[in-house]
């Protein structure tokens, strides 16, 4: 009897070690299963974050593209202005050269009838249009002191 009364209470310590054991694989497997939830809903966070993100990219993208496309127009625009100024400016600019060419035809024309009118005042004698005049001029040299005096 001995023996059976050895063997008695370590039967009754096995129990006593096996339910604290039975009670942590329960705490673990509850433990664990909370785990496994909030993992779940970190990747379901997750994939609504990314799809927002790809969303708002999507948004960006397009009104990029859009802000990009009226630039692209407006600086054509300012192109197409600028030439049409540059057209304009050279038109004016080859209006003004032809304005004072002919303004300078018409001074050149003018002055060369006024030697005319003095060669034909002068008779064309060489000596008196050689001679200096007061100012310091030479006689024949009246297109000049003309053009001064006017």
Not at 52 to 59: H, S
């Amino acid at each position: 009897m001995a023996n059976t009364d050895s063997s008695t209470p370590l039967s009754s310590s096995k129990k006593e070690n096996l339910t604290p054991i039975g009670t942590k694989i329960a705490e673990l497997n509850q433990s664990r299963s909370e785990l496994l939830t909030r993992i779940q809903d970190l990747k379901q966070d997750l994939q609504g974050w990314r799809s927002k993100l790809d969303t708002q990219v999507k948004v960006y993208r397009d009104e990029l593209s859009e802000l990009k496309k009226s630039l692209n127009t407006e600086v054509e625009q300012l192109r197409s202005e600028f030439k049409d100024l540059r057209t304009t400016l050279q038109q004016q600019q080859e209006d003004v050269t032809a304005s004072l060419r002919n303004l300078g035809l018409q001074e050149a024309s003018e002055n060369v009838e006024k030697v005319e009118d003095s060669k034909v005042e002068g008779n064309g004698d060489k000596e008196e249009r050689e001679l200096p005049k007061e100012n310091g001029e030479e006689a024949g040299d009246s297109t000049n002191s003309d053009v001064k005096h006017a």
